[in-house]
């Protein structure tokens, strides 16, 4: 069952990194096309609209992948001052926040995207609806949390910290 | 409880959650959460949740974040990073410290083409990190370094600092630019030499390596001439009105990548795995952005700015002193603010006191700039050491706080100097703008 | 009670003095202080200027100030106040626009708030970095800055390429030649200190203006006492529009004013003929436009036919 549900969470997390991976490759050529088009007086209309739009896609499309390598940033300092209980309930603790996080990311962007379509919002050039771009950033959201979930779920049955670096911490 | 009091406890209960290891962007996203809901109530919470979220990933002037990353990426990939070092090597390895100073310089270099810290930090902590362990330096130096020279980019100009404090000052553009040049190149300076005094008296932190004959000097540049002409068409095509700062970016990221095509120094597997790396750096880069920006809100309805002006506006002290006291409240306030949040904070209330006091705006500004910095590179909240952690991943973030504490204190003198002297900041705007 | 206005300029903008204080004072002093205003400037309360009708609508601020065209989708009938020759001469901006907004015809663009000032702005100029700009052909090539698409437009009509960017980087683009002018009211000269790095200006081509709001959300306003409303009310509406537009049309004269006062500015008062050179390009877009979006309605009533 456990590993069904990882197997589940990594094939998501790894299509979320596509996304991100192809956004930013899209990222490039929209702007160098921009660029060497505007040199020959013929920018790339929208050119803007587009890697804004874009950039949102990359931003979430790499979160899940981030927390699974465990990415995010924290403060290791006085990792030396607690017992490895401590740390372990820690290590559980922090996903279980950065899923509630993106549980509330995803269904605030989700209410969001639904006052945008009433309230018609779109990129200001080639009207690029915003809503389409928040309905990816509530998916790729929901993907992230499911991946914290089970990352926290797989530290609490397993009743060890994560990382000690206790040898080299300063 | 009063506004200001919730405020401050939201940054104590801050405190603790990143003792406890909990990840910052994490913490500074509940705290920010929370705190809005306190105060503004919960549905304004949970739509700042969505608002921050879109914005600070569609922000126009972020799309820099992953570009140069990429860019940097692929210099490794290729690389063209190792050639870039070895020509460096080549040239002033044989000096202690010497790729450290190298990088300062390539940082200060950097600044010349970004705006953005947080960019400078991370392109040059792509490029050199992994460039400087494998000439055995201590990872607190390099990284120290790296941290403490991106910081240069919003005092060298283009700078995002300056340009959002002139709008909030409506101050003039390019005479904050023009004054923030001669602070840079001090600063500068004084890495450089914080550089020397630490390998001085801990020769093993940058290990000094073999003398090199001229001929291995020249052979060393050769071998870095991709990435020194791609370098200087970025900087070129700035200057010469062909792209933005910002699609610079896109371009420099671009050229790396065909430059590494033509001399087969990059396939397209290696292009994918830089590309995923990009966006996972950025993805963690961006979230600490996005839970910074939900403090700010927190912070402004605590009204906690507006007590601290209150208070220096009862003091009874000579304009000296006030200023000293402001710079203070800015290196408080940098220990837990994303810069460019603490700036639009702050300026309502201390701008007003500043010019009633008859403080030159234009140096002020280069001494708010330059605190920012410091607040970057302090603890707790210092986000160019996250970034530089964020390429950095076996480094614990202790040793990197370690590693920038001598350019802080740097940093801090510098800040002297420029107090005892305006003339530093002020003699390229006064004598060139008038 | 308390009522949060957000918005994102600097304390020191004209916002302040033509809009702000009419209408915080005004309030404070009927309800005997009973209601207040708290201004949070400079994007205190989120970033963005985009999402400041967002921000109005789920009550992170109760007040915000805006601009349409930030977000232009949301308003294409409000927005047609701003294309060329829609505002007819000695007629006031916010007149046509609260003509329309009491017609009916522009109401549904603003669901969930309460507009308490609409107005326009001065009219649009050139403002160049080394290019005088005398007639339509002077634009031929040249990359302009624009925000919106109906000034894109407009820009093509004129032959210029419409360059896309934001706001904070038309400074350092001015500077670097990356483009070679901006087309924008007079009084945000500045605002992004455009002058430091501009040199030639050109007034009187038929351009259009910028459209202003502003809002509070309507849950709050219906939720206020019948004093509290009322000097809401008293102090909203065409009367503090008309302020906030002497506002901007005053802050827009001492522009120019400066502008010519200082010797190395270029500023081109177009002549008659002139203008109508540019009307011939400029004015079809209005048409255009108009007819794309169906709003005659608001067309008539706004150039008051
Ligand atoms: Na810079
Ligand atoms: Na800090």
Known sequence: MLSAINKLADRLIGLSAVLGSIGLIVEVMVILVDVTGRYFGKPLTGAQDISQMTMVIIVFGGMALCDKLGGHISVDIFEYFFPPRVLWLGDVIAPLLGGVIFCGIAWTVWESAALSRMLN??????????????????????????GMFTRALGIALSGKPVSHQLDKAI | ????????????????????????????????????????????????????????????????????????????????????????????????GGLASATVIGCGGFAALSGSSVASA??????????????????????????????????????????????????????????????????????????????????????????????????????????????????????????????????????????????????????????????????????????????????????????????????????????????????????????????????????????????????????????????????????????????????????????????????????????????????????MIN | ETLKLAHWVPPAHTLTKSTIEPLKNGVEADTNGDLTIDVFPGGELGKGPLEQ???????????????????????????????????????AGYDILWDAY?????????PGTVPLALWLSEPNIFIMKDRDIRKPEDLKGLKIRVSGSAAAAIIEALGATPVQMPAGEIYNSLQTGLIDGVVTGASAVADFKLDEVANSYTIGAPLGRISFYLVMNKAKYDSLSDASKKAIDDHSGRKLSASAEEGWNAKAKATVEALKATGDNTVIELSDDDIAAFGELTVPVTQKIVSEIGAEDVYATMTGQ
């Open chain 1, 121 to 146: 919002l779109a990129t200001n050039i080639i009207y690029l609806p915003k809503a389409w771009f928040q309905y990816v950033v509530v998916v790729l959201s929901a993907i992230t949390a499911f």
């Open chain 2, 1 to 96: 409880m009063s506004p200001a009091a919730i405020g401050l406890a939201g940054m104590g209960i801050l405190l603790v959650l990143l003792a406890l290891r909990v990840p910052v962007a994490f913490a500074m996203f509940a705290v920010g959460f929370g705190g809005n809901a306190i105060l503004n109530g919960f549905p304004a919470a949970l739509s700042l949740t969505a608002s921050e979220s879109f914005t600070l990933a569609s922000s126009a002037e972020l799309i820099v974040v992953p570009l140069f990353i990429l860019m940097g990426n692929v210099a490794t990939e290729t690389g063209m990073s190792r050639r870039l070092y070895d020509a460096a090597y080549a040239t002033i390895g044989s000096v202690r």
């Open chain 2, 122 to 431: 991370l392109t040059m902590g792509k490029v050199s990190l992994g460039e400087m362990d494998r000439f055995k330096y201590d990872p607190r130096l390099s990284t120290g370094v790296v941290a403490a020279g991106g910081t240069l980019g919003i005092l060298i100009p283009p700078s995002t600092g300056f340009v959002i404090y002139a709008i909030l000052a409506q101050e003039s553009i390019g005479r904050l630019f023009l004054a923030g040049v001669l602070p840079g190149l001090l600063l500068l300076g004084m890495f450089v030499l914080t550089v020397s005094i630490l390998c001085w008296f801990f020769p093993k932190m940058g290990p000094a390596g073999p003398k090199t004959s001229l001929r291995d000097k020249a052979r060393g540049i050769a071998g870095a001439a991709p990435i020194l002409t791609i370098i200087v068409l970025t900087i070129g095509g700035i200057y010469g009105g062909l792209f933005s700062p910002v699609e610079a970016a896109a371009v420099g990221a671009g050229l790396v990548i065909i430059f590494g095509f033509i001399g087969r120094t990059l396939t397209l597997r290696g292009l994918w795995n830089a590309t995923r790396d990009s966006v996972v750096t950025t993805s963690t880069v961006m979230l600490i952005l996005i839970a910074a920006h939900m403090i700010n809100p927190f912070l402004a309805l605590s009204h906690i700015p507006q007590t601290i002006g209150g208070f220096l506006s009862g003091l009874d002290l000579p304009a000296v002193g006030i200023l000293l006291v402001i710079m203070l409240c800015y290196l408080v306030l940098g220990c837990f603010l994303e810069g460019f949040a603490m700036l639009v904070l702050s300026m309502p209330i201390f701008y007003p006191i500043i010019t009633q006091l008859g403080i030159d705006p234009i140096w002020f500004g280069v001494l708010v700039v330059l605190t920012l910095e410091m607040g970057l590179i302090s603890p707790p909240v210092g986000v160019n050491v996250f970034i530089v952690k964020s390429v950095a991943k076996d480094v614990p973030i202790g040793k990197i706080f370690a590693g920038v504490m001598p350019f802080w204190f740097a940093m801090l003198v510098t800040l002297g100097l420029l107090v005892a002297f305006p003339q530093i900041s002020l003699f390229l705007p006064n004598s």
């Open chain 3, 53 to 91: 009708y967002v921000r109005a609508v789920q009550g992170v601020a109760d007040i915000v100030w805006g601009l349409q065209g930030y977000t232009s989708s949301q308003f294409p009938r409000t927005m047609v106040s701003e294309l060329p020759s829609v505002l007819p001469d000695g007629k």
């Open chain 3, 102 to 110: 009491d017609a009916g015809q522009i109401s549904g663009e603003f």
